[in-house]
């Protein structure tokens, strides 16, 4: 079978690599072309010598048989994968309107001579070409893997909203069931903060960043706030990496300001060297709990987390002062999978929506958004199962890590004031003097996201604006650190005020507060367990 397979993958990426170059970026085939496109292939593979794709894909399959009559199905073994590619292009040629082929540069990481960098040494980058091809619809594959299964049962605390997942896995005449959150309602802090979102917006776009200078000012009002207020273990999450560039180096200096230690989740997340605390945390580490770091990658994921987690252990335990301030990405290692117990994590602040790159992923999400609304007819239920239910389950997954028991008492920040049903938008003029309108967003869609995120939550959840006055004192703090120019601008809920207030309080369980009262729940809420 070697002998087939090497033959086979050189020929298949000769023929990506010339559809590549013939595509411009960004480029989206039609059904049609994906037909083409294996059509060709398959063509070309004959003219090669080699069996088309549905004879190699038999014959693949028989090999495979073989290999498993011997014991192993590791799915290690080389034919494993010729049997994927073959099977994956007999799909995309049977069914062409579930699939998507695009091409798309990236950046790869350039290897040195010797191999892996090393770790003093920035990161080096190469634009590449290649071809992506997505599945639109999960339910063939789904359908193909439980066919094999008398009966299935699904559980996880993100299958929501359960009959959109179902009907996403092919599932639309099971039995479902949402239970009930058993952790205490009186353990939960929730409030979502005004005034900032992580949408585009022409002019920042244009100056490649993703919030103005007032955002900014509440973003690090909010943060400073927490740090100068609280002393537990905190994490911050940041819904795409180039809001973490765009921020990262200011909640440096502000907990540099505040005396808090910071650790940078993953270092591949920011460009050129990282700069945080993580040595000074691993000799409180390794002296305080008696333990040293596993493996040779000193600052790996794997060590990190062992690191904050053990320093929060300390903290619970009276050992520590003041916690530390993990910086990560929403979905990130340390947002999903990863149970922080007790008071290993005890205050979460998520920055943004993560969704995926909206501008550089609207032919992908609008091809999808199309195949679902030729299936089910509704144009909001389509765009929400082509990505944004994805992002809601991302930001859902790193809310939950806070509560991981009945006993765990925590504090959820989210800083996007879309999650409230509303978004600002600029309308003209410059960065200080720019025009800025309000726009309410659909309140049905608001329902489910939260639903999606935890409906818990959602019954919970506080307004938060930030008034002219604290801004103003926090601007001489922000000048003093350089951290920016203070705007001149004027704190949007003072003009907006009468109307927003209004709306907030039709939708809320409660009327919105400003910051001050905010810092003062939080502080109680820990303090003597006062219910938020």
Not at 274 to 302: A, C, H, N, T
Not at 490 to 515: C, Q, W, Y
Request: net charge positive; glycine share 6%; charged share 30%.
């Amino acid at each position: 079978m070697g002998l087939i397979l090497a033959p086979y993958l050189e020929v298949l990426h000769q023929r990506i690599e010339d559809l590549a170059n013939s595509m411009p970026n960004d480029k989206i085939l039609s059904s049609r072309d994906n037909k083409k496109f294996v059509e060709s292939l398959s063509a070309q593979l004959v003219s090669s010598g080699l069996p088309n794709i549905e004879s190699l894909y038999y014959q693949v399959l028989n090999e495979i048989k073989k290999v498993r009559s011997h014991g192993d199905r590791s799915g290690k073994y080389p034919i494993y994968q010729a049997y994927h590619i073959a099977d994956s292009l007999i799909k995309l040629y049977q069914r062409p309107y579930e699939f998507v082929i695009r091409k798309k540069d990236r950046m790869k990481e350039k290897q040195t001579q010797e191999g892996k960098r090393e770790d003093n040494q920035a990161k080096k980058f190469e634009q590449v070409d290649r071809l992506e091809i997505f599945s639109i619809h999960p339910k063939k594959r789904v359908q193909e893997i439980v066919s094999n299964f008398y009966s299935c049962i699904f559980t996880s605390a993100t299958l929501s909203p359960v009959d959109k997942v179902s009907l996403l896995l092919g599932f639309d005449r099971s039995i479902r069931q949402k239970m009930t959150s058993p952790f205490p309602d009186k353990n939960y802090g929730c409030f979502v903060i005004a005034g900032v979102h992580s949408g585009s917006k022409e002019f920042t776009r244009e100056m490649g960043y993703r919030f103005d200078l007032f955002e900014k000012e509440v973003i690090f009002s909010v943060v400073d706030d927490i740090l100068q207020h609280t002393d537990r273990n905190t994490g911050i999450f940041l819904s795409s990496k180039e809001i973490l560039e765009e921020i990262y180096w200011a909640v440096w200096k502000l907990c540099k300001h505040r005396d808090r230690l910071i650790l940078l989740g993953n270092d591949d997340n920011i460009s050129g060297n990282p700069k945080d605390d993580y040595d000074v945390l691993v000799d409180i580490y390794r002296s305080r709990i008696k333990k040293d770091l596993k493996g040779k990658d000193f600052r790996g994921v794997e060590n990190k987390m062992a690191v904050y987690r053990g320093i929060g252990r300390l903290l619970g335990e009276k050992k520590l002062k003041k916690g530390v301030v993990l910086v990560d990405l929403i979905g990130g290692m340390f947002a999903e999978g990863v149970n922080y117990e007790g008071s290993e994590m005890e205050i979460g602040i998520l920055i943004g929506l993560p969704f995926k790159n909206y501008e550089e992923n609207e032919k992908l999400y609008t091809a999808k958004s199309e195949f679902f609304y030729m299936l089910e007819g509704d144009r909001a239920l389509a765009d929400n199962l082509s990505y944004r239910y994805d992002a809601f389950r991302k930001l859902a997954q790193t809310a939950g890590r806070i509560h991981r028991s009945k006993e765990d008492m925590g504090v959820l920040l989210f800083i996007d004031e879309r999650l409230l049903g509303i978004k600002k938008s600029i309308e003209k003029g410059e960065n200080a003097d720019a025009q800025w309108n309000y726009n309410f967003l659909s309140s049905k869609n608001v329902e489910e996201e939260w639903k999606v995120i935890q409906k818990q939550l959602r019954n919970k959840k506080i307004a938060v604006f930030f008034d002219e006055k604290t801004l103003s004192e926090k601007r001489i703090l922000f000048s003093k650190l350089e951290i920016f120019k203070p705007t001149k601008r004027k704190n949007t809920f003072m003009v907006f005020k009468g109307f927003l207030k209004k709306h907030l309080e039709n939708i809320e369980p409660r009327a919105p507060i400003d910051s001050k009262t905010m810092n003062n729940k939080i502080q109680k809420f820990f303090e003597r367990g006062e219910e938020l």
